[in-house]
Structures are given as C-alpha cells and as structure tokens.
C-alpha cells in the first residue's frame, strides 16, 4: 500500500517549457487534490476533484490544467512555465473531506 | 471559513507535554476543527480532528472549548521527530474538503 506517489520528485524547467505532475493513490478515495507550497508558506490549494469526471479550480489555477485520468489518477500540467511557479507541489486524496493524505511532493524549478 | 490564529513558533523539551494552541473566534456550527502537520520537506501529515467534544488518538488529543472559539492540541511526551510545523484548519460541509493552510506553529522540540 503505497498510499499517494508523485513523479517527478524534482524537475527544472525553462521559461516556456511544458510539463505534467503525475498522481496516484491506491486507497480508492474519491477526491483528488493539487496545492503549491512556496517557501515559509503554508499550501494552497491549485485544483481539486471530488470524483471521478469532476474538476473544480482552488484559490490559484492560473497558469495550471488538470486531468483526472481515472479515480486512481491526478495529474497537473503547466502548458507555459515561469518562474513564479516555481515551488514544491503536493498531491492528495481523501474520502472524508477533512481527512487528506498527502505524497512527498515534487520540487519544481523555472529558471 | 473561519479564520485561525496560531503562535509562529514554540518550543518544548523533550518527554514533556506540547500544548499548541489554536483560536478560530469566528467558528460556525458545522465546522470541524483539524489539525495537520509538516515535517520539513515532507507531505502535511494528518493529526486529528474534532467538533465539539474532545479527542484523543494515538498521536495527540484535542481540547476544544466549550464555547468552541479555540482549541489546543496535546501532544502528550513529545519527542524530537515531533519537530514540525503544526497547522490549525476549520472547515465545513460548504468547502468540501477545501483545506486552507496558514502559516501555522514551527513546533521545535530539544533534547
């Protein structure tokens, strides 16, 4: 039992380069959920989906997409990376709506 | 959603008890009160959670006042991987599952 993994674990992107944030978990929860953490920063959320088919935008969307491939997977893309996204994202899941798990993040950088 | 105020940082000795406290004065009737933490770099990690009445589990308890405006989390003999920042969330049915983190409490626990 896994739990929620996250690939990549770093990645360094140039201004203008496209990548997704992969997310899974095995715990068949059906809310899935994207945030960035910024240094000395708490999390905010990016994008969240109640379930499967569904995705709604969190208190910062701009310049991400999102995919719920399938209840086990949540990805996260950036068509046009900057620099100002530059953070450490974190993945998660829940059943209970309060209850979330979270993976071990993937560390971005935008030069 | 309520708003919580939490102090920036604390300290504890090791072995003894670590009471972090949390006032959310603005707390409505459907709201849970939740706390997370984060061991640095890692993924927030889920504590413990509660409504109204006290609760206890095999991390930490959880005192809410009777009028609800605050809470405090125990972490009953705390040791040095207790080291973290300890966040302090209240959420109801209308956000569902929506987690809005703040700055949270640096908890730092010396030998």
């Known amino acids: 039992n896994a739990g929620v993994t996250q690939t990549p674990k770093f990645q360094v992107l140039k201004t203008g380069q496209s990548m997704t944030l992969q997310c899974a978990q095995d715990m068949n929860h059906n809310s899935m959920y994207w945030y960035r953490q910024d240094p000395g920063m708490g999390l905010r959320l990016i994008y969240y989906?109640?379930?499967?088919?569904?995705?709604d935008k969190g208190e910062v969307p701009n310049g991400y997409n999102v995919s719920r491939l399938n209840k086990r997977e949540f990805s996260l893309r950036l068509e046009s990376a900057a620099p100002s996204q530059t953070s450490v994202y974190f993945c998660?899941?829940?059943?209970?709506?309060?209850?979330?798990?979270f993976g071990p993040g993937t560390r971005l950088t935008v030069t | 959603d309520a708003k919580t105020t939490q102090p920036t940082s604390m300290d504890c000795a090791e072995g003894r008890a670590a009471n972090l406290p949390c006032n959310h004065s603005t707390i409505s009737g459907n709201e849970y009160v939740y706390w997370y933490r984060q061991i640095h770099s890692q993924g927030p990690q889920y504590i413990i959670h509660?409504?109204?009445n006290n609760e206890t589990n095999e991390m930490a308890s959880l005192i809410i006042t009777e009028d609800r405006k605050s809470s405090t989390l125990i972490l009953p003999h705390a040791t040095l991987r207790d080291t973290a920042v300890y966040y302090c969330?209240?959420?109801?049915?209308?956000?569902?599952?929506?987690?809005?983190f703040g700055r949270g409490t640096q908890l730092t626990v010396w030998p």
């Open positions: 969330i209240v959420i109801g049915g209308s956000t569902l599952g929506r987690l809005y």
């Open positions: 989906s109640a379930s499967e088919g569904t995705t």
């Open positions: 998660a899941s829940s059943e209970t709506w309060g209850e979330q798990y």
């Open positions: 509660g409504l109204k």
